[in-house]
């Protein structure tokens, strides 16, 4: 039986459920094991890190979409936009008390993995998508190219937004963001566990096409 796939926009008030949605899909995710380490309690402390992820973008009013299968959320986009707000004192608060819980050693190494990051894949105005995730159980089904098509659209709908950035941290995803047009801008390995790849698509970007070399860092 054909189950409708939908696309839908998150408020504020509906953060909760992005972060069901993607500690569920990142839950086995390079970054979140290396930050989180092997502290007790990985569930719970893997959701209050999401939190603040989903929080960083909600606090500011950034793009947030659900891909809702048989109107239920089993995906999640969250993206930053070309220029970003500052972080409201309530925030700022939320961000000390969850580095304050997780502890120091882990905000130690996410400070190390944000250093080696190239986040600003391009010196031009752009959306960076920060998160992108779909629920373990759905994983296969080609939600996670709806959810990227999604962010595309939103994208190239704003006229002063020069393309999409994003970054991975498996090297597997790398053929399927060069099929949607991405490149990689820059390649850092953070520890001897972890790496990371920035990649960057230009506004307009048609899937399986090569569009030239990537822009400089």
Same mark, same amino acid.
């Given at each position: 039986?054909?189950?409708?796939?939908t696309?839908?926009?998150?408020?504020?008030?509906?953060?909760?459920?992005?972060?069901?949605?993607?500690?569920?899909?990142?839950?086995?995710?390079?970054?979140?094991?290396?930050?989180?380490?092997?502290?007790?309690?990985?569930?719970? =402390?893997?959701?209050?890190?999401?939190?603040?992820?989903v !929080? #960083?973008?909600?606090?500011?009013? $950034?793009?947030?979409?659900?891909?809702?299968?048989?109107?239920?959320?089993?995906?999640?986009?969250?993206?930053?936009?070309?220029? %970003? /707000?500052?972080?409201? /004192?309530?925030?700022?608060?939320?961000r000390?008390?969850?580095?304050?819980?997780?502890?120091?050693?882990?905000?130690?190494? *996410?400070?190390?993995?944000? !250093?080696?990051?190239?986040?600003?894949?391009? %010196?031009?105005?752009?959306?960076?998508?920060?998160?992108?995730?779909?629920?373990?159980?759905?994983?296969?089904?080609?939600?996670?190219?709806?959810?990227?098509? !999604?962010?595309?659209?939103?994208?190239?709908?704003? /006229?002063?937004?020069?393309?999409?950035?994003?970054?991975? $941290?498996?090297?597997?995803?790398?053929?399927? *963001? $060069?099929?949607?047009? *991405?490149?990689?801008?820059?390649?850092?390995?953070?520890?001897?566990?972890? $790496?990371?790849?920035?990649?960057?698509?230009?506004?307009?970007? =048609?899937?399986?096409?090569? #569009?030239?070399?990537?822009?400089?860092?």
């Amino acid at each position: 039986m054909f189950e409708r796939v939908t696309i839908v926009p998150l408020d504020f008030d509906q953060r909760a459920l992005a972060v069901a949605v993607l500690a569920d899909a990142f839950h086995d995710y390079p970054v979140m094991r290396w930050v989180l380490g092997d502290a007790p309690g990985y569930e719970s =402390r893997l959701a209050r890190l999401v939190g603040l992820f989903v !929080a #960083n973008r909600a606090w500011r009013g $950034e793009p947030m979409f659900a891909l809702e299968l048989a109107g239920r959320a089993v995906g999640v986009v969250t993206m930053t936009r070309p220029v %970003s /707000p500052d972080a409201p /004192p309530g925030l700022v608060a939320l961000r000390e008390d969850t580095w304050a819980e997780l502890g120091a050693e882990a905000r130690a190494r *996410y400070d190390a993995f944000a !250093a080696a990051s190239a986040f600003t894949a391009t %010196s031009d105005l752009h959306h960076h998508v920060n998160m992108l995730g779909v629920r373990r159980a759905h994983h296969g089904a080609g939600h996670a190219r709806t959810l990227l098509d !999604a962010a595309h659209v939103f994208a190239d709908a704003d /006229p002063d937004s020069r393309g999409v950035s994003l970054s991975t $941290e498996l090297a597997r995803n790398l053929s399927l *963001y $060069e099929h949607f047009g *991405y490149r990689v801008t820059s390649h850092a390995r953070v520890s001897d566990a972890l $790496e990371t790849w920035t990649l960057f698509r230009p506004r307009g970007t =048609r899937p399986g096409r090569r #569009n030239g070399p990537p822009p400089a860092d």
